[in-house]
C-alpha cells in the first residue's frame, strides 16, 4: 500500500471515529441559516453528509479517470502491436529482397565461372595445340636432318602459331 493510500485511510478513520465519539453531538438540531430561510436541523449530520458526498464524489472521479487510463494504455497497446506487426513485415520484406538479390548475384556468379571456365579450356585446347604444332614442327625438322648426317641447328617457325 502506498503513502497516499494510508494517509486518506487514516484520515477517514480519524472522521469516522470522531463521529461515533461525538455522535449526540452532531445529532443535536441547531437553527442553520441557508440564505433565504432559516432551518431547524442537526448541522454535525449534515457537514458529515456533506463530507461523505466529497468522497463518494472524488472517489467516482479517481475510478473514472483510472478507467480511461487503463482504456488509453489499451488502445496504445493495440497500435503498438499493429505498428510492430508492420515493421515485422517490412522486414520480412527486406529480407526477401536481400535474398533474391543474393540468389541473383550467385546466379551471375556461377554464370561468370561457368564462361571463364569456357575460355580457360579454349585456351588450354589453343596451348595444347601450340604445343603439339611445335613438338610435330621439331620432330620434322629432327627426322629432315636425321638423313643429313646430324642435328646442327634447332628452328622454330614463327608462323605456324594458331
Known amino acids: 500500500m502506498n503513502l497516499r493510500t494510508l494517509i486518506l485511510l487514516l484520515i477517514m478513520a480519524a472522521i469516522a471515529a470522531l463521529a461515533v465519539l461525538n455522535w449526540p453531538l452532531l445529532a443535536t438540531p441547531t437553527i442553520m441559516s441557508l ?7 442537526p448541522l454535525g449530520l449534515i457537514m458529515l453528509a456533506l463530507t461523505a458526498l466529497m468522497a463518494v464524489m472524488f472517489l467516482a472521479y479517481v475510478l473514472g479517470l483510472h478507467g480511461s487510463v487503463l482504456l ?7 497500435e503498438m502491436a499493429a505498428q510492430r ?33 569456357a575460355r580457360m579450356s579454349s585456351r588450354l585446347k ?8 611445335y613438338v610435330g614442327q621439331l620432330e620434322d ?15 622454330i617457325e614463327p608462323g605456324l602459331r594458331p
Do not use: P, W, Y
Open 35 to 41: 440564505g433565504l430561510t432559516t432551518i431547524e436541523a
Open 72 to 78: 488509453e494504455a489499451r488502445r496504445h497497446t493495440k
Open 85 to 117: 506487426e508492420l515493421a515485422d513485415k517490412a522486414e520480412a520484406s527486406r529480407f526477401t529482397e536481400l535474398r533474391n538479390f543474393l540468389d541473383a548475384q550467385h546466379s551471375a556468379m556461377l554464370a561468370r565461372m561457368d564462361a571463364l571456365e
Open 126 to 133: 589453343e596451348s595444347d595445340n601450340t604445343t603439339a604444332a
Open 141 to 155: 625438322q629432327l627426322h629432315r636432318q636425321g638423313g643429313q648426317g646430324g642435328v646442327t641447328e634447332l628452328r
